[in-house]
């Protein structure tokens, strides 16, 4: 019978390793990417090139794109927050690009060092020069549902900072659950209010899984025909600006739940697990 098809976003190259404290050697993180793009993903997020201050783990972003070899059929993916890292972005030859915005004010101020109003005026240059140059351009919105430092968001901040990512021209939106603290119910209150600013096929869900309920938030945004869904292949990670937060959702347990809804994936089980186990072996805290 046919299935219907989700995509995995495998997240766990960037936003998986970008919180850890140990340096992890430039050949681990490519040879951590090539194990991924064995695995039968469509996109795979690799690295971002944002301040080395801000973020020193990926301060190897060029030489990780320069080093993966690039499977056929596979598009690397790489964040982008101004034109600085548009220009590396390009030279690296990232097949896609991600401008990263806030639902939350106070996120906004501590991710990105701005507004949110500010950081779109930030990405126009990008999104103009995305254009110019052919390469797809996704947007975040991180806190749809909740703040570390404001708690809960209304949903209409979720909905207007994804309008404004639209407007920019982003092919498709994905929504953060930043510090895994949403319930199914909020999810479902958030993505009622965005579904008014851009359709289910413009809509990715990013949970992590702090409360351990990344799977029933999916399948919140699978019953409101969302098809997208970013994962972290051994659940790696958390944010440096969302203190206390969890990896994304692990990409296994996504796979085998999607899966058991009768949902195709196209990836590869036992090439998972290996790459689970690499990925799991390479952060300094189990
Ligand atoms: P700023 O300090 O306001 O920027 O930071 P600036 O333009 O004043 O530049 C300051 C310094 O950074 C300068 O260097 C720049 O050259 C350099 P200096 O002159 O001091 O030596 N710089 C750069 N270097 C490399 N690449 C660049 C770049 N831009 C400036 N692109 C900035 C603003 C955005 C740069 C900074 O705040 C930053 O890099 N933040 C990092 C944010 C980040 O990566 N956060 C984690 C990813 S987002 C996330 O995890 C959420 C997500 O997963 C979804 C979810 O879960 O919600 C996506
Ligand atoms: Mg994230």
């Known amino acids: ?24 050697a430039t050949a681990d993180k490519i040879a951590l990417v090539d194990m991924l793009s064995d695995c039968g993903y469509e996109r795979i997020e690799v690295t971002s090139f944002v301040s080395e201050k801000w973020v020193p783990q990926l301060a190897d972003a060029a030489d990780v794109m320069a080093g993966i070899r690039r499977k056929p059929g596979v598009r690397y993916a790489v964040l982008t927050p101004n034109m600085k890292g548009f220009e590396a972005a390009l030279t690296a030859k990232a ?81 953060g659950d930043t510090i895994g603290r949403g319930t199914p119910e909020a999810i479902g209150r958030m993505l009622a209010a965005v579904l008014d600013e851009a359709p289910a096929a413009m809509l990715a869900g990013h949970f ?50 999607l899966a058991a809804r009768g949902f195709s994936t196209g990836l590869a089980e036992d090439k998972l697990r290996q790459a689970a186990a690499f990925a799991r072996a390479l952060r300094s805290e189990p």
């Not at 299935?3 to 998986?16: F, L, N, Y």
């Not at 937060?245 to 739940?257: I, L, S, Y």
């Open 1 to 24: 019978s046919h299935q219907e098809h989700v995509s995995i976003v495998e997240m766990a190259p960037r936003d998986g390793l970008q919180n850890e404290k140990q340096f992890i």
């Open 95 to 175: 097949d896609e690009i991600a401008i990263f915005a806030a639902a939350s004010e106070s996120f906004s101020q501590h991710n990105i060092n701005c507004s949110i109003a500010e950081s779109i005026d930030r990405f126009r240059p990008v999104a103009q020069a995305s254009r110019e140059h052919g390469i797809p351009m996704r947007g975040y919105v991180s806190c749809v549902v909740e703040c570390p430092y404001e708690g809960t968001v209304p949903p209409a901040n979720a909905a207007k900072a994804t309008a404004w990512l639209r407007e920019l021209g982003c092919y498709e939106i994905s929504l």
């Open 208 to 257: 992590h899984d702090t409360s351990g309920r990344a799977l029933e938030n999916i399948d919140v945004a699978l019953d409101l025909g969302l098809r997208v869904v970013d994962a972290s292949i051994g659940g790696l990670g958390g944010c440096p600006y969302a203190p206390g937060a969890k990896g994304n959702v692990d990409t296994m347990a996504v796979a085998r739940h």
